[in-house]
């Protein structure tokens, strides 16, 4: 096995890393949670249902793209060395796709521009993650992993809770009035007419990326260049193999991946349709989409560093075990609620005016927020437990395959469900349509519920030379 040699990590090289997480956290929560994706549901498409649908496809041909080629991208990192290159050059993909979707005008005739945007910003800023995450085994002993990502995550939630804030009290105009939610006029005089305001959540986005990801570049070292650069590509590719072909008999490896291919599908199937499961069903504004969202970030940045803290005592298994159970309960409550209805029962007649729902709907949110900030950064750390050193962006590279290889499943599933549901032939309506539709998440997080005993951790064992 050839040595690779590395910078040790400062202080300052931690925190750069660290805010990649700031930095990207606004692709998450702006556009693919809590403003443009609603948005473009509720105001670009026809209708919510058809939103939902065309949002589907795009999701899923972005995971299908990154399922097929991160595990090769990740092996040939390995072999090559560095890291930072990757996240520059993926960066640029995801920054571009992000300042596209400004083009994305209420009620325009054909959204094949966004469509292609939102797939560019989707490969670009996953693809940025894999080679970033790849850089993590190597700044701290093991025994901090647990800690550090949960810390990082924690950071990024923050980082989702500013932006959305500027987004909702300084950029995004409500239709009626024209206001802010704090009572301001937009910045810059966007104009809410046209929701210029959302539409800002993409370049607001890029730039902010740009400009908070400079630190990792800057102060986080990196692996550095191998020796023998000419054939890289031939090496990593043969050690993928070798870890294909040798990956079914890794038991906890295998499990591992399988468990988080289904219950990370149904968590990103559950975040970028929850905004416009409330549009549709309980008629949200975008305000209302955005204070979700802040509540969501808030608590997921306590469950992230509670999660950190839970993954050093008790290892990352048990931390993903519980922010599954958590996550099912909450996308019943969500799945139940409706205008008159939670949990499947009647809370007002129709027509008449209940909060009821909208309150549920907030409790579900703040723990949907910490679960999935605590199984996102355990999950990082359960991932490093199963490969050496050497192998970890290629581990990366499958955990993105493996994220991914139903990513594109889950999507279309709920995309093809609900043009099913919405049918003239069953003749219902879009809000059960819509409801209908989005069922397939708790299969998902079921199925990785259970795969999930034959995972081990190493939680307590010093990271190895």
């Known amino acids: 096995m050839v040595e690779v040699k590395r910078d040790a990590a400062t202080r300052r090289g931690i925190w750069g890393w660290m805010l990649f997480d700031w930095a990207q956290q606004p692709y998450h929560t702006l556009i693919i949670t809590f403003v443009f994706a609603p948005y473009f549901a509720s105001a670009v498409a026809s209708d919510a249902a058809r939103g939902q649908e065309l949002w589907g496809y795009a999701a899923g041909i972005g995971g299908m793209l990154i399922a097929f080629s991160s595990p090769v991208l990740g092996a040939i990192a390995d072999a090559s060395g560095p890291r930072k290159p990757w996240v520059f050059g993926f960066s640029v993909i995801g920054v571009i796709g992000c300042w596209l979707l400004w083009y994305a005008v209420p009620g325009m005739e054909s959204t094949a521009l966004i469509m292609v945007a939102i797939v560019l910003a989707l490969v670009g800023m996953e693809f940025a993650a894999v080679f970033n995450n790849g850089m993590m085994a190597d700044l701290v002993p093991r025994a901090e992993l647990g800690r550090l990502s949960g810390s990082a995550w924690a950071l990024g939630y923050l980082g989702g809770l500013v932006s959305l804030i500027i987004v909702l009290g300084f950029l995004a105009g409500q239709p009626v009035t024209g206001k802010t939610l ?7 005089g966007l ?20 400009i908070f990801v400079l630190p990792m570049f800057l102060w986080t070292p990196d692996v550095k260049r191998k020796a023998a650069v000419k054939g890289a590509v031939s090496r990593g590719l043969a050690e993928l193999g070798k870890t294909m072909r040798r990956l079914p008999s890794e038991r906890s490896y295998f499990s591992f991946l399988m468990s988080s291919m289904f219950y990370r599908d149904a968590l990103n199937a559950l975040y970028s349709f929850g905004g416009i499961y409330a549009a549709g069903v309980l008629g949200w504004s975008i305000v209302q989409i955005g204070i979700f969202g802040i509540i969501a970030n808030l608590t997921g940045a306590i469950g992230a560093w509670l999660g950190g803290r839970a993954d050093q005592a008790f290892g990352p298994k048990a931390v993903v075990s519980g922010s599954i159970v958590i996550l099912t309960i909450c996308c019943i409550l969500v799945i139940s609620t409706t205008r008159t209805e939670v949990l499947f029962m009647t809370v007002a007649a129709e027509g008449s005016q209940t909060n009821v729902p909208d309150i549920m709907f907030y409790i579900a949110g703040a723990f949907i927020g910490a679960a999935g900030g605590s199984i996102q950064a355990a999950s990082r750390t359960l991932l490093v437990d199963q490969v050496e050193k050497d192998k970890v962006t290629e581990a990366f590279g499958l955990y993105a395959l493996s994220g991914r290889a139903t990513s594109f499943i889950g999507p279309l599933a709920i995309a093809f469900a609900t043009a099913f549901f919405a049918s003239e032939a069953l003749d219902l309506s879009n809000q059960d349509a819509q409801r209908l539709g989005v069922t397939p998440i708790i299969a998902l997080f079921m199925v990785g519920l259970v795969l999930l005993p034959w995972v081990k951790s190493r939680q307590y064992e010093v990271a190895r030379a």
């Open 182 to 188: 704090i009572g301001l006029e937009p910045l810059f």
């Open 191 to 210: 104009d809410a007419a046209t929701r210029e305001g959302d539409r800002a959540s993409g370049p607001l986005t890029a730039i902010w990326y740009v």
